[in-house]
């Protein structure tokens, strides 16, 4: 099974769409709402798992593959959006990313990756969004760029993905 964090958002829900499309299940977190979406819900047995997750508490987090044998992680949930501090925004959003790289190696997940969307602009005045836009140190989704299972760096040709005009 595929756990996908953050998995029953935008983002999360459609990944998971064509993660079941490849012929995988799916474990989707969720911090609020475990409601699925349509075109999730006709999945037939066991298929789609909902767990209620909140990333940033290591012992929930590991006890999600007590319940299921996990294979690979697509991290993609985020920090809760009301949180006034960004730096308790940035806290928050680190300490769920180290608990997902702390659960792949417990587990012994050998696929693990993540992403982030419109986060990462946060702080950026200046529309429409670009690529090459600099971002605030604040972003809370940089760090995600850097790091990989086992404490080991990404290489340096890893970097945010061009949008096609």
Same mark, same amino acid.
């Given at each position: 099974?595929?756990?996908?964090?953050?998995?029953?958002?935008?983002?999360?829900?459609?990944?998971?769409? %064509?993660? /079941? &499309?490849? *012929?995988?299940?799916?474990?989707? =977190?969720?911090?609020?709402?475990? $409601?699925?979406?349509? #075109?999730?819900?006709?999945?037939?047995?066991?298929?789609?798992?909902?767990?209620?997750?909140?990333?940033?508490?290591?012992? %929930?987090? /590991? &006890?999600? *593959?007590?319940?299921?044998?996990? =294979?690979?992680?697509?991290?993609? $949930?985020?920090?809760? #959006?009301?949180?006034?501090?960004?730096?308790?925004?940035?806290?928050?959003?680190?300490?769920?990313?180290?608990?997902?790289?702390?659960?792949?190696?417990?587990?012994?997940?050998?696929?693990f990756s993540?992403?982030?969307?419109?986060?990462?602009?946060?702080?950026?005045?200046?529309?429409?969004?670009?690529?090459?836009?600099?971002?605030?140190?604040?972003?809370?989704?940089?760090?995600?760029?850097?790091?990989?299972p086992g404490?080991?760096?990404?290489?340096?040709?890893?970097?945010?993905?061009?949008?096609?005009?």
């Amino acid at each position: 099974m595929i756990l996908i964090t953050g998995g029953l958002g935008s983002i999360g829900s459609h990944t998971a769409r %064509a993660v /079941l &499309d490849l *012929g995988e299940s799916v474990v989707l =977190t969720a911090h609020r709402s475990t $409601a699925l979406p349509e #075109y999730l819900a006709g999945e037939p047995g066991g298929r789609v798992v909902v767990e209620p997750l909140d990333t940033t508490d290591e012992a %929930a987090f /590991l &006890d999600v *593959g007590k319940r299921h044998e996990i =294979t690979g992680i697509v991290h993609l $949930a985020a920090a809760r #959006y009301d949180l006034p501090d960004p730096v308790e925004y940035f806290r928050a959003e680190t300490r769920g990313l180290l608990n997902a790289l702390k659960a792949a190696t417990v587990w012994g997940v050998r696929r693990f990756s993540v992403a982030s969307s419109v986060g990462v602009y946060a702080g950026v005045a200046a529309v429409p969004w670009r690529e090459e836009a600099p971002l605030p140190a604040a972003a809370g989704q940089l760090p995600r760029h850097h790091l990989a299972p086992g404490g080991h760096r990404l290489p340096s040709g890893v970097r945010r993905r061009k949008r096609r005009a």
